[in-house]
């Protein structure tokens, strides 16, 4: 006999604060383990499924892409008289055996969550009968319907007879793809399961098949899963009341510990790795799956685009007789369009650019101020279509920043809108390109350095004044880390040695860094497919809210193929709107601001004075006291201070270098006549990416 063995049931940090481990981690453990595949059954929801899969194909593990779902005990839709998640649903484990499971998977998730939830995403049996194709069905741990029918019952025999009924109606469904789980982790209830279930098997001649329940890589993380769950109940360690596991067994065990929890059942082992060795999910990766921009008849997307750019270059440049002449576009213009249209055309993204440019074109019908931000507004065919509202030609911005023919994934427009209206932007998408096809993209809390400590201390029950010390002796630095903090904080470390309390709290929060919390919403990120989004991804909401998400996060849902587009609400554009308003109705004057003059002097004075309070990106205490120094009086001093006021160029000298050539007090240094020729407008200093590239080039 075979001792081969592979988990069928396990949990990442994705069964939100009750996994513990990270799923790289659990990949490596299986590694380390010998083993040649593993799944992952995360409780009611898909949110590490893509990750899990890319992440063990590069590991070398086959994936097994499964989730531990919740079934209501009659309709998903009806909550019947359920008091506790627990009388709300069973548990059932699901594997998806091929990618027709795998995309049953995705449907089932996401109707639990979107059309189930109560207490749980919940689906029904209707839904398996539906949904159940390629799929492989476990009869799951003692808290699914058919261990209940064998654990609840008194009446051996009635419970015997129900427990049967639902093992035959599962097998009904899933024929040779069912089988009686069974687990052995040093609990009582669970070997009172296993008698009753093997017992069953038997009498039907169903096989059995032995999993572990693993919530944690090592038996060591035990008490760090432990603490999670206190996290999660809102309750001290010390209640001894409280929801806990009753041991430090519920982690990924290796063949020869899983042998020996199971003597005399050598083939329930085994049959791990028979159904393990039956999974093949051969995901379609790199294929887009784009909506597509309904054309005017006998256009296509090329040509419609190339005559978009035209009529709005036109437009922008009507008074500009060096960009247009007597109703011509010079060769300037022209000779840069054809080079971004031709890269265009070439990566296949003309279609890309007509979805944008249609909904900020509703967006400029209906008054709503929009504009791209980022590295599109170097492109000519942004400002063509309306997106961005700078010449890049004027400002000698690079299109290749943005687009160039080495690459392969989408590009990525960002286009900010008045926040007030950004909903009816969202809105016009959903009815253009369908309900069921747009989303927005979900994101993950995650348990940060002092997030971390303040959950961990309460958890341990440790005065919240001297966890708030604890968590202010923690360095303000993006992305800081525990252990990166006592390395740069002497107090903390001094803390962290000398206290034992402490020492415990730090260690606990290290272990449960970078752990997603909670599920949240992306800011800006909306995604939409050429067919409804669950063909693709699994959908969900935030709880309360009833806002459509994807399980996933936007590098997953971009992986998946489907376009991610970034529609940001801007509160400064709907200040601008509002004083335009403002301004019409008091003295019936009408103010274009894409044409205010860039030369004023009182605006400049009022720069250098640094009262720009209000002004966007301009208002903080440390960019205020930067105008001052700089004292702009062009134009493009006003971009260099946006650029430079960043940590690496006021650390690194770059900002008083600027200064102080710019103010005559020192002369610019170029090593080369070609640096002089690009940084002689940044007085000698490297202040943009673009001088970076020309430099190079």
Not at 571 to 582: C, D, F, G, P, Q
Not at 594 to 601: G, N, S, T, V
Not at 654 to 666: E, L, N, Q, T
Not at 671 to 684: F, K, N, Q, R
């Amino acid at each position: 006999m075979s001792r081969s063995f592979v988990h069928l049931h396990c949990h990442s940090h994705y069964s939100l604060l009750d996994g513990a481990s990270s799923i790289d981690k659990l990949i490596a453990k299986a590694q380390s383990n010998s083993m040649n595949a593993l799944a992952l059954t995360d409780h009611g929801n898909l949110h590490g499924a893509l990750e899990f899969y890319k992440k063990a194909k590069n590991a070398g593990i086959n994936p097994i892409i499964g989730y531990e779902a919740y079934v209501a005990p009659d309709s998903r839709l009806s909550r019947g008289n359920a008091s506790s998640s627990k009388e709300a649903a069973y548990h059932l484990t699901l594997l998806a055996q091929n990618r027709t499971g795998f995309k049953n998977l995705l449907k089932l998730a996401s109707k639990a969550a979107l059309e189930g939830f109560f207490f749980k995403p919940r689906i029904e049996r209707e839904l398996l009968l539906e949904f159940g194709e390629g799929s492989i069905c476990l009869s799951g741990c003692v808290s699914s319907e058919f261990s209940r029918a064998i654990l609840n019952n008194s009446d051996t025999s009635a419970a015997e007879r129900e427990a049967t009924a639902i093992a035959q109606w599962f097998h009904g469904v899933f024929k040779d793809r069912y089988f009686i789980e069974v687990m052995n982790n040093q609990l009582e209830i669970q070997r009172l399961q296993m008698q009753g279930a093997v017992d069953i098997a038997n009498k039907l001649g169903l096989p059995v098949v032995a999993t572990s329940d693993a919530h944690y890589a090592n038996r060591e993380d035990a008490d760090i899963q432990d603490v999670l769950l206190c996290i999660n109940t809102g309750k001290f360690r010390t209640d001894t009341a409280r929801m806990k596991m009753e041991n430090s067994e519920f982690y990924l065990r290796n063949a020869d510990e899983m042998y020996a929890s199971f003597p005399g059942m050598e083939e329930v082992v085994a049959r791990s790795q028979e159904i393990a060795d039956s999974v093949d999910i051969d995901l379609e990766r790199g294929k887009r799956h784009f909506p597509t921009y309904p054309l005017p008849p006998e256009k296509r997307p090329d040509e419609f685009l190339r005559e978009l750019c035209i009529s709005g270059l036109k437009d922008r440049y009507s008074d500009q007789p060096e960009m247009c002449h007597d109703g011509q576009l010079t060769q300037v213009v022209l000779d840069r369009l054809e080079r971004e249209l031709a890269v265009i055309h070439k990566l296949g993204f003309a279609n890309y650019f007509l979805i944008v440019w249609d909904f900020v074109r509703y967006a400029r019908e209906h008054n709503v101020p929009a504009t791209a931000r980022g590295s599109g507004v170097g492109a000519l065919v942004c400002y063509a279509l309306y997106l961005s509202h700078v010449c890049p030609i004027r400002y000698d911005l690079l299109f290749e920043r943005f687009l160039d023919e080495s690459r392969l994934e989408a590009p990525d427009i960002n286009i900010d809108f008045c926040k007030d209206r950004r909903a009816d932007i969202i809105q016009y998408v959903r009815d253009k390109y369908g309900q069921e096809n747009v989303a927005q993209i979900g994101t993950f809390g995650t348990l940060a350095a002092k997030a971390a400590i303040k959950d961990v201390g309460r958890a341990l029950g440790l005065p919240l004044t001297r966890v708030n010390q604890i968590t202010e002796m923690v360095p303000e630095e993006l992305k800081i880390t525990i252990e990166k903090a006592l390395g740069k904080s002497e107090e903390l470390k001094a803390v962290y040695q000398g206290d034992r309390e402490i020492r415990e709290l730090l260690d606990i929060a290290k272990k449960l860094e970078g752990n997603a919390r909670n599920v949240g919403t992306h800011a800006a990120a909306v995604v939409i497919g050429d067919q409804p989004l669950t063909e693709y991804v699994p959908l969900g909401r935030v709880g309360g809210k009833g806002d459509i998400i994807t399980q996933w996060s936007m590098g997953e849902v971009e992986a998946a193929g489907l376009l991610k587009m970034d529609f940001l609400g801007l509160r400064n554009l709907t200040i601008l709107s509002k004083a335009i308003e403002v301004i019409k109705q008091t003295t019936g004057q009408d103010i274009d601001i894409m044409r205010l003059p860039l030369e004023d002097k009182a605006t400049f004075a009022l720069l250098q004075r640094g009262e720009t309070k209000g002004v966007f990106q301009m208002e903080s205490g440390g960019i205020r006291d930067l105008l001052q120094r700089m004292k702009p009086d062009h134009f493009r001093d006003i971009i260099a201070t946006n650029a430079l006021y960043r940590p690496g160029p006021l650390e690194g000298g770059m900002v008083d270098d600027y200064v102080a050539v710019k103010h005559g007090r020192k002369r610019a240094e170029y090593l080369h006549p070609v640096l002089e020729e690009i940084l002689s407008e940044t007085h000698g200093v490297m202040v943009y990416q673009e001088q970076v590239m020309r430099i190079l080039n």
